[in-house]
């Protein structure tokens, strides 16, 4: 709260991104899955989902909390979760064998998404339970040339479980945000533009043109970030950095519907 007020920032935001599952080692000790070994029905269906004791109520305690700062020094709370793509191909799968089951498998990738989704869901009930004031869904689904599967892969096994949790928040009234690190320009039609969303995030300047962007979908979408973390801001003088936010805001405030931040954390 204290670095908050120190920048100038609105809000703070709490993150629940991974899903923490768990399994039991050979001395019958729980692990978290951690380590890309859920790449088969077996291992699948041994593992151990979240439960109140372990997982939701530490982490309610902790949300309650957040909460209570923020509001004690009127700041909002951005609550960011729901990588249910990334946590598989980057915690709990394989990076090559998932999105090969996006393809071969896709009952596996069906269920994987289901266990994860389950548990997103009940962590965001609890989150507008406790009062966050801002949904910001977090999945890198590409990379700096173009999504890493189909537009048709992600629409059928990817985008209906986002939809889902869009409209919790929805249902809750409050804004919501996604991120993806990438390129998802070649999505913005099959895919961001059917979620439901207010704002659309990082935008990287590496992939994506955000003129462009705000030229074509600005009506009807807020976009937010494309400030260079490894650009002026990292390694330029205070002026160049200055000159680069300058030319963002002079571009991008009218019509509204920007919000100046950087292209990644």
């Given at each position: 709260?204290?670095?908050?007020?120190?920048?100038?920032?609105?809000?703070?935001?709490?993150?629940?991104?991974?899903?923490?599952?768990?399994?039991?080692?050979?001395?019958?000790?729980?692990?978290?899955?951690?380590?890309?070994?859920?790449?088969?029905?077996?291992?699948?269906?041994?593992?151990?989902?979240?439960?109140?004791?372990?997982?939701?109520?530490?982490r309610?305690?902790?949300?309650?909390?957040?909460?209570?700062?923020?509001?004690?020094?009127?700041?909002?709370?951005?609550?960011?979760?729901?990588?249910?793509?990334?946590?598989?191909?980057?915690?709990?799968?394989?990076?090559?064998?998932?999105?090969?089951?996006?393809?071969?498998?896709?009952?596996?990738?069906?269920?994987?998404?289901?266990?994860?989704?389950?548990?997103?869901?009940?962590?965001?009930?609890?989150?507008?339970?406790?009062?966050?004031?801002?949904?910001f869904?977090?999945?890198?689904?590409?990379?700096?040339?173009?999504?890493?599967?189909?537009?048709?892969?992600?629409?059928?096994?990817w985008?209906?479980?986002i939809?889902?949790?869009?409209?919790?928040?929805?249902?809750?009234?409050?804004?919501?945000?996604?991120?993806?690190?990438?390129?998802?320009?070649?999505?913005m039609?099959?895919?961001?533009?059917?979620?439901?969303?207010?704002?659309?995030?990082?935008?990287?300047?590496?992939?994506?043109?955000?003129?462009?962007?705000?030229?074509?979908?600005?009506?009807?979408?807020?976009?937010?970030?494309?400030?260079?973390?490894?650009?002026?801001?990292?390694?330029?003088?205070?002026?160049?950095?200055?000159?680069?936010?300058?030319?963002?805001?002079?571009?991008?405030?009218?019509?509204?519907?920007?919000?100046?931040?950087?292209?990644?954390?």
């Amino acid at each position: 709260a204290e670095i908050c007020q120190n920048i100038g920032m609105d809000a703070m935001t709490l993150e629940s991104l991974w899903t923490p599952l768990k399994y039991k080692d050979e001395k019958g000790e729980l692990k978290l899955v951690n380590n890309q070994s859920i790449n088969d029905w077996e291992s699948l269906e041994n593992i151990i989902e979240p439960n109140w004791e372990m997982d939701f109520k530490p982490r309610r305690d902790v949300i309650r909390e957040y909460i209570k700062v923020a509001r004690a020094n009127n700041l909002g709370v951005v609550w960011c979760y729901g990588a249910i793509f990334q946590c598989c191909y980057f915690f709990l799968c394989d990076f090559n064998q998932f999105l090969l089951k996006t393809m071969q498998d896709k009952a596996f990738v069906k269920r994987i998404f289901d266990i994860c989704v389950k548990y997103y869901m009940k962590m965001t009930e609890i989150a507008i339970e406790e009062g966050v004031d801002v949904i910001f869904l977090a999945d890198d689904i590409a990379y700096k040339v173009s999504p890493f599967i189909s537009n048709e892969a992600l629409a059928e096994l990817w985008l209906p479980h986002i939809q889902k949790m869009v409209k919790q928040g929805r249902d809750a009234g409050l804004p919501i945000m996604f991120h993806s690190c990438g390129n998802v320009e070649p999505a913005m039609d099959d895919l961001i533009m059917k979620m439901d969303l207010d704002v659309l995030n990082p935008i990287e300047p590496y992939s994506m043109d955000i003129y462009d962007i705000k030229k074509r979908y600005g009506d009807r979408l807020g976009l937010s970030g494309n400030i260079d973390i490894a650009g002026p801001l990292a390694f330029g003088k205070p002026e160049e950095v200055r000159k680069e936010v300058r030319e963002h805001m002079e571009k991008l405030k009218p019509g509204g519907r920007y919000i100046l931040s950087t292209n990644h954390s």
